[in-house]
């Protein structure tokens, strides 16, 4: 079942205008990539903008994470190509993936060296970024001694402390409680709204996708299979879309296959 009964409820109102747009940020052109004989993306497409916030959504194994590191650049597509708007991106990985024997503030200086700021203006930097996270009394706190939420958060803020204008979001909420995904969400809101950046985000958690997202690709065998408004897709008749928003068995997306 929707996690979420009130489907009038918790959808983005600022939906981007068009003719604001301009370039896009992130645009991704029929792209795929095999590892070894398994077919993974087979001809995707998309573009995100500026302050848009994009889900891309599907079962596990579909090929989610893979589209962020060819974006990120950790793996190389076979054909297609992937055009990024700015150099300045972060990320937040499914793991928080913090340096343990580092304190929060030094995971932080870790993107900061590649600038030429110095140390005050890194120092001022890390504070602020913290403050924004609700974490200003952690800096010099171990990730090892942190909540699960306060782990997620340090990576947010390590992920955004270079003001990016692309953030991408690999599952930042699963395997968090209820009350700390929803204060990610609003988090993940809150940066998006401030930066400006376009982001993505991969989840399968119906809460993330429907708050955060203003628009969602539904992923399948390697292609995109629905697009469009988390709002869209909750009512949506599509059967792959519908299996996926109410999670049912009945369906093309078969369990045991993905
Ligand atoms: N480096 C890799 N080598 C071989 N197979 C991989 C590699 N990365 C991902 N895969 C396979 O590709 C498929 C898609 O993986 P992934 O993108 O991680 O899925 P998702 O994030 O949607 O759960 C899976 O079947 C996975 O096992
Ligand atoms: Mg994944």
Redesign the pocket.
């Known amino acids: 079942m929707a996690q979420n009964n009130n489907e009038t409820e918790g959808f983005r109102d600022d939906q981007p205008q068009s003719k604001e747009r301009g370039k896009a940020m992130i645009s991704v052109r029929d792209l795929y990539k095999s590892?070894?004989n398994?077919q993974?993306l087979k001809g995707i497409s998309f573009d995100v903008y500026a302050g848009e916030t994009l889900g891309i959504i599907?079962?596990?194994?579909?090929?989610?994470?893979?589209?962020l590191?060819l974006l990120c650049g950790l793996?190389i597509p076979d054909s297609g190509s992937v055009t990024l708007g700015s150099d300045r991106y972060g990320l937040v990985f499914q793991g928080s993936a913090l340096l343990n024997s580092l304190s929060v503030a030094e995971n932080l200086r870790l993107p900061l060296r590649l600038s030429k700021m110095s140390k005050e203006d890194e120092n001022a930097k890390i504070a602020q970024t913290l403050k924004l996270v609700g974490l200003e009394d952690f800096r010099n706190a171990f990730p090892g001694n942190l909540s699960g939420g306060q782990q997620k958060r340090t990576s947010f803020a390590r992920a955004i402390v270079n003001d990016p204008q692309i953030i991408l979001y690999?599952?930042p909420t699963t395997g968090l409680d209820p009350v700390m995904s929803t204060v990610i969400e609003d988090y993940m809101i809150t940066l998006e709204t401030q930066l400006h950046a376009a982001s993505i985000v991969?989840t399968h958690q119906y809460s993330t996708w429907t708050k955060t997202a203003h628009r969602i690709i539904l992923?399948h065998a390697g292609k995109i299979v629905w697009e469009g408004r988390p709002e869209e897709a909750v009512i949506s008749e599509n059967p792959f879309m519908k299996q996926f928003a109410h999670a049912t068995r009945e369906g093309p997306m078969l369990a045991g296959t993905v």
């Open positions: 590892f070894g398994q993974v599907g079962p596990s194994g579909c090929g989610k994470s893979t589209i590191k793996l690999d599952e991969v992923m």
